[in-house]
């Protein structure tokens, strides 16, 4: 009897077809997933900030931020054409693209909305991305960018957290820069 289920177990495994790794198109999914989404993330607690902060009611400022958030967007578009296996990646790739485009463009039905400027608010979202940074490298790029956007409108507290942001994360950037470096 125990010969009998071995024998039949082991036709049941080798009729089974073999699912070979096949590296064609994960990157445009894995960029988009973890590039574009993790991006996302932080530009939604950028935009949020930066309305709270009354940035958006100058529409220079609004339009920068835009196509700024963009080209990450377009870079995903490219990298999902490029390296696209099938229709069904094609519908799930473009899906999350729209969902980051969605997000992108925020800024552009916010900059009619009227809210009381609060630039200390925009002073705080550095020294969180900075923060986040310490773990995670690429966020202090995000706290850099940030921090070199609220700086001009501050009070001068904000300015002063606005430049000791600058001040610790420039040398941070440049540590993690160098650690990839190494490693490359």
Not at 32 to 53: C, I, R, S
Not at 85 to 91: N, P, Q, S
Request: charged share 10%; proline share 7%.
């Amino acid at each position: 009897m125990p010969l009998r289920i071995l024998l039949l177990l082991s036709f049941l495994l080798t009729a089974l077809p073999v699912y070979a790794f096949d590296p064609s198109g994960t990157r445009a999914t894995a960029y988009l997933l973890l590039g574009l989404g993790g991006f996302t993330a932080l530009n939604l607690l950028a935009q949020l900030t930066f309305f709270a902060a009354g940035f958006y009611q100058q529409t220079g400022f609004a339009k920068k931020h835009l196509l700024l958030s963009l080209l990450p967007v377009a870079l995903g578009t490219v990298l999902t054409l490029w390296d696209t296996r099938g229709g069904a990646e094609l519908v799930m790739n473009g899906g999350l693209l729209l969902v980051s485009l969605a997000f992108a463009l925020l800024p552009w039905l916010l900059i009619e909305k009227s809210v009381t400027p609060r630039p200390l608010i925009a002073a705080l979202l550095p020294v969180l991305f900075l923060a986040m940074g310490c773990f995670i490298g690429p966020i202090t790029a995000f706290a850099l960018i940030t921090a070199h956007a609220a700086r001009p409108k501050q009070t001068p507290v904000g300015k002063y957290l606005c430049v000791l942001v600058l001040c610790l994360g420039y040398p941070l950037l440049g540590y993690y820069l160098y650690q990839l470096a190494g490693k490359l």
